[in-house]
C-alpha cells in the first residue's frame, strides 16, 4: 500500500521564477492539504483539495496556487518565488470532508536563491 | 485563531529515563489532537491521536498522551526512552466545529537520548 509520494525530492530555483510541486495521495485517500514548513518550524497550513476544489486555505499570498486532479493527485504552485520560500514542502492525505487523520508525504525541499 | 505551544524546544536524555513533552493549544471549541514524529531523515509519522472518548491515549513505540480539557493540554510520556527515540515531535490541533481538516503544529520538540 503506497503511502505519499512528492516529487521532486529537491529543487533549487532564484528569486522571480515560478516551481511546481507534486502529490500523490495514500490509496483510498481523496483530500490532500500542503503545509510549508521553514527551517526550526512546524508546518503551516496553506491549503487543502477535496473533489477539485481548494476547500481551505491558510495566511498564504496568492502566489501560492494549486489543482487537484480527478485521480486525486495535486500540485503546488509558487510564482515570483523570494528567499522567503525556502522551505520543506509537505503533502499530506486523508479521506473524505471532514475531520480524519492526515498522513505526510516525505516533503519537496525547496531553496530560493 | 487556534494556536499550539510547545515549550520545550529540545530536551536531552538518557536511556530509560522517563520522557514528557509539554503541548498546549488555545482554542475553546472541540478538538481533535495529533502528536507527530520526524525521525532523522525521514517523514512526519502520527504517533497518536485524540478524537474523543478516553482522554488517555496509547499510540506506537510505547508513546502515550493525556487531554486534560481544562488545561488545554495533550502532554506526550514515555516511561523508558531509548536511543531509537531521538527524534523531532510536533503536536497538533484541529478545530473540529470549523469543518475543515486544517491542523495547526506546535514548533516541534528536538529530543536527544544519549545511549
Known amino acids: 500500500d503506497a503511502g505519499v509520494t512528492q516529487s521532486p525530492t529537491h529543487l533549487i530555483k532564484t528569486r522571480g521564477q515560478q516551481v511546481t510541486l507534486r502529490c500523490s495521495p495514500k490509496s483510498g485517500h481523496d483530500t490532500v492539504s500542503w503545509y510549508q514548513q521553514a527551517l526550526g518550524q512546524g508546518p503551516q497550513f496553506i491549503f487543502q483539495y477535496y473533489e477539485e476544489e481548494e476547500r481551505q486555505r491558510g495566511n498564504f499570498p496568492d502566489r501560492f496556487s494549486g489543482h487537484q486532479y480527478p485521480n486525486y493527485s495535486s500540485e503546488l504552485n509558487v510564482n515570483a518565488l523570494l528567499l522567503g520560500d525556502s522551505a520543506l514542502y509537505l503533502c499530506?492525505?486523508?479521506?473524505?470532508?471532514?475531520?480524519?487523520?492526515?498522513?505526510f508525504g516525505p516533503g519537496t525541499r525547496l531553496l530560493v536563491l | 485563531a487556534q494556536s499550539v505551544s510547545q515549550h520545550n524546544h529540545h530536551v536531552i536524555l538518557s536511556e530509560a529515563a522517563s520522557l514528557e513533552l509539554g503541548c498546549n493549544y488555545s482554542?475553546?471549541?472541540?478538538?481533535?489532537l495529533f502528536w507527530y514524529v520526524q525521525y532523522p531523515g525521514q517523514h512526519l509519522q502520527l504517533l497518536l491521536k485524540y478524537f474523543s472518548g478516553d482522554p488517555l491515549v496509547k499510540g506506537i513505540k510505547g508513546f502515550e498522551a493525556e487531554f486534560i480539557k481544562s488545561k488545554f493540554s495533550f502532554n506526550l510520556r514515555k516511561p523508558s526512552v531509548q536511543w531509537s527515540d531521538t527524534a523531532e515531535y510536533f503536536c497538533?490541533?484541529?478545530?473540529?466545529?470549523?469543518?475543515?481538516?486544517?491542523?495547526?503544529f506546535g514548533t516541534g520538540t528536538r529530543l536527544l537520548v544519549s545511549p
Open positions: 499530506a492525505s486523508s479521506f473524505g470532508r471532514y475531520q480524519e487523520t492526515q498522513y
Open positions: 497538533a490541533v484541529n478545530a473540529v466545529d470549523t469543518g475543515f481538516q486544517k491542523l495547526v
Open positions: 482554542y475553546g471549541g472541540t478538538v481533535n
